[in-house]
Nanobody
């Protein structure tokens, strides 16, 4: 059974740093891509960063370039989102996602964690 559990959110001052964790079970994070998303109050969920099977990372949100990085610990089966130089616009619930691709695309499935709240105070 696939499960994702985010942690590490909290209240931080503008300019500060946080590291979010996404502990996965039911699949190996070194075999499949994992993506961090976020949803700010009143806004749609947006992709932030993705880490691929080959350790390549893709930035989806231009606003985090140079400030956020994504890494993983294969032994812990955990993906991390390191966030630095935080701004009030980074305030959001952060989710990790595993998009399971089936042989037939109509059976693809998205798995989500419950999210972790990050609040950046001015």
């Amino acid at each position: 059974q696939v499960q994702l559990e985010e942690s590490g959110g909290g209240l931080v001052q503008s300019g500060g740093s946080l590291r979010l964790s996404c502990a996965a079970s039911g699949f190996r994070v070194d075999e499949y891509a994992v993506t961090w998303f976020r949803q700010a109050p009143g806004k749609e969920r947006e992709g932030v960063l993705c880490i691929s099977r080959s350790d390549g990372s893709t930035v989806y949100a231009d606003s985090v370039k140079g400030r956020f990085t994504i890494t993983r610990d294969n032994a812990k089966n955990t993906v991390y989102l390191q966030m630095t130089s935080l701004k009030s616009d980074d305030t959001a619930v952060y989710y990790c996602n595993y998009h399971m691709r089936a042989l037939n695309p109509k059976y693809d499935r998205d798995y989500w964690g419950k999210g972790t709240l990050v609040i950046v105070s001015a």
